[in-house]
């Protein structure tokens, strides 16, 4: 069953003079879901008001910048304690110098390759997440779904790809896209797969795309799970986006 009215995701932004990205949430037209909120304390479970909104939440979707890393680390791990998802998305560099101490206190860490992709990686995480738990699909995922993929991921990995023609397991590879991060798929154990698609999709077409990606992380894949949302407006016959988790070490 769906929680439609319970489920709670929020956003909180740890660097108060940044505001461009609050507007982009609110240019989705997805802010009737997502709770959105500056912090700008070192530790804003001090007032109640802020504390009942984390309380409340399933996901946290935290942003912060290379200067509040402390602060972000403290509030993930707090989070973490009372049991509630954190997702980050960091520079990559940012995130390779410290990833020990981010695994410890951040469930889903997402690197972006350059700053400047950050704003547009946790939009379409926004996005797809939104769109999985909120949305009528054909095939559903509740937000218990949603948390288990993230819970305890480490560095996570957020690709797409869009089909126009009669799918094919080639035409698949060769339209997987890594657009913030170019690690692959392969030894990774989670997988997420949001398949939009148009009227005249079949279950079987979805089946292989599930297939080809599952062969594409080597085989490793222990946790799969997958929503369709069928009938939409779209550019692209079929728009699938799929975040990849629990890497194996290097």
């Known amino acids: ?32 879901r997502i709770q959105g909120c500056n912090i700008a304390e070192k530790n804003p479970f001090k007032k109640e008001r802020s504390f009942f909104l984390w309380k409340k939440s399933h996901i946290v979707f935290l942003r912060t910048n290379a200067e509040n890393l402390e602060k972000l680390l403290e509030v993930g791990k707090t989070l973490k304690e009372k049991e509630i998802i954190t997702v980050t998305v960091l520079e990559e560099k940012l995130i390779m110098e410290n ?28 996005k797809m997440i939104y769109n999985i738990i909120f949305e009528r699909c054909y095939i559903n995922l509740d937000v218990e779904d949603v948390k288990s993929m993230l819970r305890d991921s480490g560095i996570t ?18 339209n997987i896209n890594y657009p913030f991060y170019s690690k692959t798929l392969k030894d990774s154990k989670k997988f997420l797969i949001f398949l939009d698609t148009l009227e005249g999709f079949v279950l079987t077409e979805g089946e292989l795309i599930i297939d080809t990606l599952r062969n594409e992380s080597g085989k490793t894949i222990e946790d799969i799970l997958f929503s369709v949302r069928m009938g939409n407006n779209l550019k692209n016959r079929i728009e699938c986006s799929f975040i990849a988790g629990v890497f194996k070490e290097e």
């Open 1 to 32: 069953m769906r929680m439609r009215n319970r489920t709670k995701v929020a956003f909180l932004q740890l660097n108060r003079r940044d505001f461009s990205f609050l507007k982009q949430l609110k240019a989705c037209n997805i802010q009737g």
């Open 99 to 126: 990833r020990k101490v981010l695994e410890e206190t951040i469930n889903a860490i997402f690197p972006a390759a350059k700053k400047d992709d950050i704003d547009n990686l946790l939009l379409e995480l926004i």
């Open 157 to 174: 990995v957020f690709g797409s790809l869009n089909i126009n023609e009669t799918i094919s397991k080639e035409d698949i590879i060769k």
